[in-house]
């Protein structure tokens, strides 16, 4: 078999595994280990496909030098413990397929190594097949990022941040990013079945903040704008963006610097409440084309049926009180209604679940703005409060939350 054939199994691998990334280690012509080797169970965070892979080849073998004149083919470019792990055990070749960086652009944030600088310290030398089949495995890992950002829900994060901004930090802008519940698929299928969303057109979205709709919705329209006056967070969007087609613009609801009857769609997600309403009421007129549409969307908690979610909730508001004084407030739905054409508008709601462990469940806590920092005092008694409404609810180390995505659209 060649390179190639051999590189398209662990693309066809990274299609089933849990993280999109599939190795094999053939040696003498036979394929000696695989990452889906079904014997081995993932058996920790460091599991990565490649160590599988020589976990499964070392099955009959021991370990150590006994994959000399083995080649590791993996469908995504080594991270440094990977490549450390092929050098120790003395692989004569490597072929990879994507990058780190096309991970790093379409799935998870990478640490970027130089992997021919790694293998001058080996102490045989390695052939290094660079690039491979690549467009194939970036296809794959992309379409994994994306199905990753259209599962789950969504928490009012986006509110927070824009009222934190000015604290806006770079640990903050991971944990949101990271474990903040997004925008169901069924949203997007109804817009293509109702309102015909497609390839040809162009939509904008008003207070994108750092683009996380912008990112989703990207993948079925021509081209997104990305309207947003913090620059903070313009600058996390347009990192969070790059290799899209979604353009960022710094302007606001009242002023969106985009041009006259341009737009086919005008999304505000979960911050309408921000806007002047009649100044934007007016822009959104000016840049939609005719019979263009606006709509509104938003998440929020689903509290009906799960009382976890519910327990969970009311937890974090007390401590929202606690800290901030402030009580948690539900979104002023009339004004949502004045403002469309004659009060002529259509509503949908989907209704949809993620699951936490714990670790995710505490990112996702400290993620939202109002709650204790680390560094603050209560911390250490407010994260407790958490573990044991954890403990409590979950069920083979996971909890689920309900959230439901809502959307007004029509006319204005
Ligand atoms: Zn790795």
Known sequence: MTDEQYIDITIEISKNAK???????VKDGEIIGRSDDATFMETSMYSHAELEAIESASKNKSLYGDLKGATMYVSCEPCMMCMGAILYEQFDKLVYAATLQDSNDNYCP???TNIDELAKYSKNKIEIVKELHRDKAISVIKERG?????RGGNLLMKDNLSMDSKCFYFGKAVDYSKYRPDYPIELFELLKKEYNLNENQTVAELGAGTGKF???ISNYVKKVYAIEPN??????GIKYCDNTNVEYVLGSA???????HSIDIVFAVQSFHWFNK?????EVRRILRENGLFAIVWNDWEDKNNEFSQV????ICDWKIKVTGQKYQHKNVEERKNFFKNQSYHTHSVVHSRQYNFEDLLGLTKSLSYVPKESEAYYEEFINGVKGIFDKYSKNGYVTFDFHAEMFTGEI
């Not at 009242?254 to 006259?260: A, C, F, I, P, V």
């Not at 969970?312 to 937890?315: A, G, L």
């Open 254 to 260: 009242e002023n969106t610097n985009l041009k006259d």
């Open 146 to 150: 994306v199905s990753n950002e259209i």
């Open 278 to 282: 009649e100044n934007t009421k007016n």
């Open 214 to 216: 912008s990112k989703i």
């Open 19 to 25: 993280y999109p990334y599939g190795a094999i280690v």
């Open 110 to 112: 990478e640490m970027i």
């Open 231 to 236: 620059k903070d967070m313009l600058n996390q």
């Open 312 to 315: 969970y909730f009311k937890y």
